[in-house]
């Protein structure tokens, strides 16, 4: 993303978030900053530092300024993308709401889709969009027909029927060693290899939430969270149980740490190890998913109130002005910095990316 800079020893006056003991300054980003809708999905950051945001009526690409909109014109199979995330190549991938899922083609600004890959198009995932990144390289995506598309090196293999009619859908596929996978459902777990299943059992309940991180699977029912870890054959052994005093609404992995959202539309972020709340980070916005990016800065996708930014307080200083060294004054205004020099020169700098320059008329001797 664009590096972030203050001008002298000043620092931003910043809002202070109810709960969170951490001071903040949050920016919401909507369709007046061209976003494509106000209704957004998920983001992620590429490997260049670019934030991808997806919404009901396209993908956009923030480079820190401004958002360029990506729509079928681009290769998008469908405009309402619901889904986002980066393979164990980085490649971009996108999950429409209708149709085949879609992947970025960087060297030419656009996507491959079921129109241009024959591969894509036998990966039919029906009125589901789950999706889990294989560890070896490619992807494994599901349908509410209990079939599995496994997507490695430009080929699509295609496993039907993996569970019978009376379990639930297949939520997430861990692939804990080359060419053996686990099939994660809300209500039961199975191994199988291309062959098909060759051992499963049933959890006794079932779970709302599956997440898979760093080796562990973590099921989430209710207001509790129970933590299991992979051994080399696939086993699973119990860790721990996390119970918090509200329903969970929402539970994702941020990338950095966990966050869960309440019923009542409070949002924490918790300990990556221990699922201990460290933070209240915001409330009363309906949440659908939570990014925190390589520089710190918390990226919230709302239902209805588009994106919002929560960006730690920066304290640094702006060198690359040598007349800023020295002989300046600075004022406060419309929270915006305003600094000028003794050789009528003015920065104003908005608090976020952009310094202006400007040259007085009367300058002062």
Not at 121 to 142: M, P, R, W
Not at 185 to 213: C, P, V, W
Request: aromatic content about 14%; charged content about 20%; overall charge neutral.
């Amino acid at each position: 993303m664009i590096p972030f800079c203050v001008l002298g020893f000043l620092f931003i006056f910043l809002m202070h978030l109810s709960g969170s003991g951490q001071t903040v300054q949050m920016v919401s980003y909507t369709l007046k900053d061209r976003l494509p809708s106000n209704s957004i999905y998920r983001t992620l950051q590429d490997k260049y530092g670019f934030l991808w945001v997806s919404t009901e009526n396209g993908l956009a690409r923030f480079d820190g300024r401004k958002f360029e909109t990506y729509t079928t014109a681009h290769g998008l199979p469908d405009n309402e993308i619901i889904d986002i995330f980066t393979d164990s190549n980085q490649i971009i991938w996108a999950i429409p709401f209708r149709r085949s899922p879609c992947f970025y083609l960087e060297n030419e600004s656009v996507f491959a889709s079921e129109n241009t890959d024959a591969e894509l198009k036998a990966i039919d995932l029906g009125n589901s969009h789950n999706v889990s990144v294989l560890s070896s390289g490619g992807v494994a995506f599901y349908n509410h027909l209990l079939d599995i598309f496994l997507y490695k090196q430009g080929k699509t293999t295609v496993i039907k029927k993996i569970t019978s009619k009376k379990s639930s859908l297949p939520v997430k596929v861990i692939e804990y060693a080359p060419e053996s996978f686990l099939c994660v459902a809300q209500d039961s777990l199975r191994y199988f290899m291309h062959n098909g299943i060759y051992k499963q059992f049933y959890f006794g309940e079932t779970f709302q939430n599956i997440l898979y991180h760093s080796g562990k699977i973590f099921l989430q029912k209710g207001n509790q969270i129970k933590v299991y870890g992979i051994k080399k054959q696939g086993e699973l052994h119990f860790l721990f149980q996390k119970e918090f005093p509200f329903p969970i609404q929402i539970f994702c992995f941020t990338g950095k740490r966990f966050a869960v959202t309440s019923a009542n539309s409070y949002t924490y972020l918790l300990d990556k190890d221990n699922l201990e709340i460290r933070e209240n980070i915001i409330n009363n916005i309906l949440v659908r998913n939570i990014l925190e990016d390589n520089d710190g800065n918390i990226w919230v996708s709302t239902l209805e109130n588009g994106l919002i930014k929560i960006q730690l307080k920066r304290i640094s200083s702006y060198t690359d002005i040598p007349d800023l060294n020295q002989h300046f004054n600075t004022i406060l205004k419309n929270n915006k910095i305003i600094v000028g020099n003794n050789k009528g020169e003015i920065y104003v700098y908005d608090g976020l990316y952009d310094i202006k320059k400007s040259i007085s008329t009367n300058p002062t001797t």
